[in-house]
């Protein structure tokens, strides 16, 4: 029993925690900060003031998490984030294909619980920062109401991931909330903020459920009673639900800080108003039998306060692809920005703008340009308000809050300030450590001097030379262009043999495209043209096209629209082989063609993307010269997803009865980490929530391997692997001048490739 006589004042109970970087917020840009980091080997205390992990992507909000892949509706092939982000997306893949939210949260609780080097604080308010100078923050104060806790958070590094930035805004590091005028930044795509407005708003999604029989629904008082009458509601499909309901928007003519409480309630007027609509307005008699199943408590928010960095991101660095010495992340979600009226506006949702491809995010949007040892992750990140509108996106974010993460070990173990990062050789370290990782960083390729493979000579059973797939899959109409991507060498003439059939004598267009920068895919360059006269039936066509490619890269055989033609497919996939088509995707802003008004500064270009699996079939061709674009050395290439080119070993599966990919050195080695670079398929999206999808492994991933050392020892193996990423640690060091490395094939019909190998001695630096 406690009795405790009357005390004119008490305080609750405080602990303080020590740690070398204190991460505020626990969304998806805190949680793969936090993951980067621990993982790295710093203490990290991860504080996040809602009961699950994930933000917008958990169950309370149950937005899906997208990023450069853009819903595989733009023109960035193989543009799924690597690193922490591509391990919780894969996973969650795995474990939880249909996509439950509740299933995606016990993942991430599940991530950071497991990490020894993670404090985790739940339902904890920071609310209060203490500083050692004008400049320098010394720690932070948080509350937890369930356990009536006040932590006091102390670290020499802190980095707000908190969505509205309440530790850069105490600390008094200098910020930007609204969209800036045109002439600041020559930004044509600036909104003219009178008519549109300045600021996203925020969105409430709700799912509903068919019981089979009839549910009376009386709406509460506080219902919008003229729901039905507003633009955007009039035509309300019963098909959509939780996240697809992004268009249920408001707030952004208020203070999206400060007003969201009252923002929420409008929210919840307009849902609670449509659904009354649905049941009682006798337009949807086939809701009869549906009830509301979940109603979100808190608003997905999109914008609020940026602070700024060293460098602020612009629609330029988007639009134009800029490159930057100091880049550690991309970016490739349109410019996508939102009518400031939300639900209540007569204007489309949102307006988009692609770039051709995704661009580089440099490491200096990544920290606070006032305050000296704090870094910014997330959607605050420095930005101006058009770049904002693509680099928010939770898979971009992630994947810089990650850089983060990083840039937070080096600064510990070096003794640096998140500036100083910035500067070579810093910046270097930096890139190297995170694309050992999987980052991925566009055009800075692994440069790692404490590989051993580097020194080694890599060679195998067999390496696949692509002299064509074989015509055994169905015939796909030509009611769109299509295309088949291939990966062709410079100054090299090709001639191709394809399978088509017309219903009567047509004629039919093929074109020779690629693209205007070598690492794209977008084929807006027409390179030669041919225009073939059909006989009606089945028949081949032979293709010799005279010129060439002026450098290695995607090479796209593009056959024109043409209703009375099909081309022939195939059963077979292969590692860094696609079809592509020119058609169109209404929910990321594709209508086949992106055709922006004069003078805002957008290229005009067209899209071409894949169909989703089970569909998405390669055409099936011949080819001479065969393709040589899959050998063994490219394991250590630098690269660990396709670019201008495949970047994989694949062997020949057919011919080959255990493919080995071997590693020799002149002598005896001491290895004590091996990492394995794997394609699940970066070209799926892998949306996190609501959209299902049919695999729970992707079929380019190569499931079973065993690893031998010299005297063929079996060193490691596994049975079921689905992930991208496999770190192999051994207790003891082993020494050896010789690994093996046995590859099973998961699919007869996928040639599935190994995309890099890492090998590493006790002494390498920040580990893998």
Same mark, same amino acid.
């Given at each position: 029993m406690i009795k405790k006589d009357f005390e004119e004042k008490r305080s609750v109970h405080t602990e303080t925690i020590e740690s070398d970087l204190v991460v505020v917020g626990g969304g998806m840009s805190g949680v793969c900060c936090a993951l980067t980091a621990a993982r790295a080997g710093i203490t990290v205390t991860l504080v996040q003031d809602r009961p699950v992990l994930g933000g917008n992507a958990s169950s309370e909000v149950r937005l899906w998490i997208l990023g450069a892949t853009s819903h595989m509706g733009n023109n960035n092939r193989w543009a799924r984030e690597g690193g922490v982000i591509d391990e919780i997306l894969v996973e969650n893949t795995y474990r939880n294909p249909e996509g439950n939210p509740l299933i995606f949260d016990t993942i991430l609780l599940e991530k950071v619980a497991e990490e020894e080097n993670i404090r985790l604080l739940l339902n904890t308010t920071v609310y209060e920062i203490e500083k050692n100078d004008k400049t320098t923050i010394s720690g932070v104060t948080g509350f937890c109401s369930q356990n009536s806790t006040k932590y006091q958070l102390r670290a020499p590094l802190f980095c707000d991931a908190s969505g509205d930035g309440i530790v850069a805004f105490q600390a008094g590091a200098a910020f930007r909330m609204g969209a800036e005028d045109p002439e600041e930044f020559g930004e044509g795509f600036a909104p003219d903020v009178e008519d549109y407005g300045e600021l996203l708003g925020h969105s409430l999604y709700f799912y509903t459920k068919d019981v089979g029989e009839p549910v009376k629904y009386v709406p509460p008082g506080f219902a919008n009673k003229e729901a039905g009458k507003l633009p955007k509601v009039r035509n309300f499909d019963l098909q959509e639900h939780g996240c697809q309901l992004w268009w249920v928007e408001y707030g952004g003519r208020l203070d999206t800080i400060h007003q969201s409480e009252q923002i929420k309630w409008e929210l919840w007027k307009v849902v609670y108003g449509i659904w009354d609509y649905v049941k009682n307005s006798g337009e949807y008699p086939e809701a009869e039998t549906m009830t509301l199943e979940w109603v979100g408590t808190i608003p997905g928010k999109r914008e609020s306060r940026r602070f700024e960095g060293d460098y602020m991101l612009t629609q330029q660095d988007i639009v134009e692809q800029r490159e930057h010495d100091d880049a550690v992340a991309f970016g490739g979600w349109a410019m996508d920005l939102h009518p400031a009226d939300g639900v209540y506006s007569e204007e489309s949702s949102c307006t988009q703008w692609h770039s051709k491809g995704f661009y580089q995010i440099p490491y200096r949007c990544y920290y606070s340009k006032n305050i000296n040892n704090l870094f910014l992750a997330g959607r605050i990140i420095s930005a101006s308000h058009v770049a904002f509108g693509s680099s928010r996106v939770m898979a971009t974010c992630s994947h810089g809050a990650q850089a983060v993460g990083m840039a937070a070990v080096i600064a510990t173990k070096k003794g640096l300030t998140p500036r100083q990062i910035a500067d070579s050789p810093h910046i270097n370290l930096l890139q190297k450590e995170l694309n050992k990782r999987g980052q991925s960083i566009p055009l800075v390729s692994l440069e790692d001097e404490d590989n051993l493979v580097n020194g080694a000579a890599v060679t195998a059973t067999s390496e696949f030379e692509l002299s064509g797939l074989p015509p055994d899959g169905s015939w796909k109409e030509l009611a769109h262009s299509a295309a088949q991507m291939l990966p062709l060498s410079s100054n090299k003439t090709y001639r191709l043999k394809f399978w088509v059939k017309a219903a009567r004598p047509a004629t039919l267009e093929i074109q020779l495209r690629t693209s205007s920068k070598q690492h794209n895919h977008t084929p807006d360059v027409t390179i030669d043209t041919r225009k073939i006269q059909l006989e009606q039936g089945e028949q081949e066509v032979k293709l010799d096209f005279s010129d060439t490619l002026d450098r290695d890269q995607y090479g796209f055989i593009c056959f024109l629209e043409n209703e009375d033609v099909s081309v022939k497919t195939t059963t077979k996939r292969v590692s860094g082989l696609l079809s592509v088509f020119r058609k169109v995707n209404k929910a990321v802003s594709n209508y086949g063609r992106q055709d922006p008004p004069d003078g805002i500064g957008i290229e005009s270009f067209e899209f071409w993307t894949p169909e989703r699996r089970p &569909?998405?079939?390669?055409?099936?061709?011949?080819?001479? =010269?065969?393709?040589?674009?899959?050998?063994?050395?490219?394991? *250590?290439?630098?690269? #660990?997803?396709?670019? *201008? &080119?495949? *970047?994989?070993?694949?062997? *020949? %599966?057919?011919?080959?009865?255990? =493919?080995?990919?071997?590693?020799? %050195?002149?002598?005896? &080695?001491?290895?004590? &980490?091996?990492?394995?670079?794997?394609?699940?398929?970066?070209?799926?999206?892998?949306? #996190?929530?609501?959209?299902?999808?049919?695999?729970?492994?992707?079929?380019?991933?190569?499931?079973?391997?065993k690893i031998f050392d010299a005297d063929d020892n079996l060193l490691c193996e596994r049975e079921n692997n689905h992930q991208t990423s496999n770190r192999i640690e051994f207790e003891q060091p082993v020494k050896t001048a010789k690994i093996a490395i046995k590859i099973k094939q998961r699919d007869p019909d996928v040639y599935a490739a190994l995309f890099q190998v890492l090998c590493y001695n006790e002494g390498a630096e920040l580990g893998t």
């Open positions: &569909k998405g079939q390669n055409f099936a061709f011949e080819i001479e =010269p065969a393709i040589q674009a899959f050998k063994a050395g490219n394991v *250590n290439n630098g690269f #660990s997803r396709p670019t *201008n &080119k495949p *970047n994989g070993w694949i062997p *020949n %599966w057919y011919g080959d009865d255990q =493919p080995t990919l071997t590693i020799n %050195w002149d002598n005896e &080695k001491t290895i004590k &980490k091996l990492v394995l670079m794997f394609d699940t398929d970066f070209d799926h999206p892998m949306e #996190s929530t609501l959209r299902g999808h049919p695999e729970r492994v992707m079929p380019f991933c190569i499931g079973q391997y």
